[in-house]
């Protein structure tokens, strides 16, 4: 019998990506940095800096278990930004930020929590004055730009999920751990916005 409980990882829905939005993601598959991608690896510095305990702890951990230099995902910062402003509006999220992550083949993101830094930055910065409760009211929404792949996986806590199409939208508990990796031929791309519900 399915979980109700808030940590569970959940197909939610499905988001219509128009035909420029995929022309857009297909040229960042092709020519990633020249769109403007930063490659993100993985025992690095990130990309959005900020000071804090929780990712210099995870980075530590990932360095012990043998991930390397070679290990990475390529970011891309405030793009897509109709398909940003339509979760927002979709799931109550008037404070956010949001990115898009290609997964080359071969590589993987290893598991971790998230520690919503640059969010609690974001909200420090521009909304002093907004009361909210991460726990509660933090929200991580991903949504697919590309197609399943044979060799391709998503999971969060105990659960793995496969066979997804373009548009279709997961959500998963605060801090709750997730990963991704992609042993197959192609990239995997996907678009994820985090924000607080108030």
Same mark, same amino acid.
């Given at each position: ?9 959940? +197909? ?34 990130? @990309?959005? +800096? ?20 070679? =290990? ?38 290893? @598991? ?25 009211? !933090? ?9 399943? =792949? ?20 997961? =959500?998963? !508990? ?25």
């Amino acid at each position: 019998m399915k979980s109700n409980c808030k940590d569970d990882f959940q +197909h939610i829905g499905n988001l219509d990506i128009n035909s420029c939005e995929l022309t857009n993601v297909e040229g960042f598959i092709n020519a990633p940095y020249i769109n403007g991608g930063v490659k993100r690896i993985h025992i690095g510095e990130p @990309t959005l +800096h900020v000071k804090n305990e929780g990712i210099n702890s995870r980075i530590k951990r990932m360095i012990d278990a043998g991930y390397t230099s070679n =290990e990475h995902f390529i970011e891309f910062n405030d793009q897509f930004e109709d398909i940003a402003k339509t979760l927002s509006d979709k799931y109550s999220l008037p404070y956010y930020h949001f990115c898009a992550i290609i997964v080359p083949a071969g590589q993987c993101m290893p @598991t971790h929590p998230d520690t919503y830094a640059y969010l609690m930055k974001l909200m420090k910065r521009d909304n002093p004055n907004v009361e909210y409760d991460l726990a509660t009211q !933090g929200k991580r929404y991903m949504t697919f730009l590309t197609d399943w =792949e044979q060799g391709q996986s998503f999971g969060a806590g105990s659960e793995i999920k496969w066979n997804w199409e373009i548009g279709d939208i997961f =959500e998963w !508990g605060f801090k709750y751990p997730h990963w991704c990796s992609n042993a197959g031929m192609q990239p995997m791309m996907f678009f994820e916005i985090t924000g607080v519900n108030v």
